[in-house]
T-cell receptor
Framework: GENVEQHPSTLSVQEGDSAVIKCTYSDSASNYFPWYKQELGKRPQLIID?????GEKKDQRIAVTLNKTAKHFSLHITETQPEDSAVYFC?????????????FGSGTKLNVKP | EAGVAQSPRYKIIEKRQSVAFWCNPI?????LYWYQQILGQGPKLLIQ????????DSQLPKDRFSAERLKGVDSTLKIQPAKLEDSAVYLC????????????FGPGTRLTVL
């Protein structure tokens, strides 16, 4: 099956700096890569996603890049703010017939210091 | 639209007791997922339904865990008997149509087994 590895496990940045979280996956058939933000005690929420036919996607201060050859994808947050502090999870998914199966990374705890 | 609903939000039981969790997905969503999220880890898929049929339960500990989605709408996940290592947050998620990637998470049920 798929194996998704996520680094770093914790990341501390100063407000206004950029943060980068990286994930690698093992199954070259994976074709959908979402990123979730989970605040303490709350549900994971989708913040951005990318499909295998795209190399980069940006949404305001958040961007995701995908390198299919190397089988890795990254989340980039620019101009970080204290409210960006949360745990971020990456996931890889591939279609299996009419449904998708998701594999999650172990999470990165981001702390943005004011 | 209303989100994925789960109940209870918290449950404390002693080992060897039984427990059941309930999930009501977003109206019209065909796919329903149950995940186990142990503290400090990413969500791990337990079981996935497409309408009222199971499409993947390969990581469900079937000797103690069971799940059903009888009418293709809401679902229950049961643990009988519970073990200490079952302490985790149980997340339910749903996806709209066949082959759609995006999944929406419920708030989760935090289970503590003493």
């Amino acid at each position: 099956g798929e194996n998704v590895e996520q680094h770093p496990s914790t990341l501390s940045v100063q407000e206004g700096d950029s943060a980068v979280i990286k994930c690698t996956y093992s199954d070259s058939a994976s074709n959908y890569f979402p990123w979730y933000k989970q605040e303490l005690g709350k549900r994971p929420q989708l913040i951005i996603d990318i499909r295998s036919n795209v190399g980069e996607k940006k949404d305001q201060r958040i961007a995701v890049t995908l390198n299919k050859t190397a089988k890795h994808f990254s989340l980039h947050i620019t101009e970080t703010q204290p409210e960006d502090s949360a745990v971020y999870f990456c996931a890889a998914s591939k279609g299996l017939g009419n449904f998708n199966k998701f594999y999650f990374g172990s999470g990165t705890k981001l702390n943005v210091k004011p | 639209e209303a989100g994925v609903a789960q109940s209870p939000r918290y449950k404390i039981i002693e080992k060897r007791q039984s427990v059941a969790f309930w999930c009501n997905p977003i109206s019209g969503h065909a796919t329903l997922y149950w995940y186990q999220q142990i503290l400090g880890q990413g969500p791990k898929l337990l079981i996935q339904f497409q309408n009222n049929g199971v499409v993947d339960d390969s990581q469900l500990p079937k000797d103690r865990f069971s799940a059903e989605r009888l009418k293709g709408v809401d679902s229950t996940l049961k643990i009988q008997p519970a073990k200490l290592e079952d302490s985790a947050v149980y997340l339910c998620a749903s996806s709209p149509q066949l082959g759609t990637d995006t999944q929406y998470f419920g708030p989760g049920t935090r289970l503590t087994v003493l």
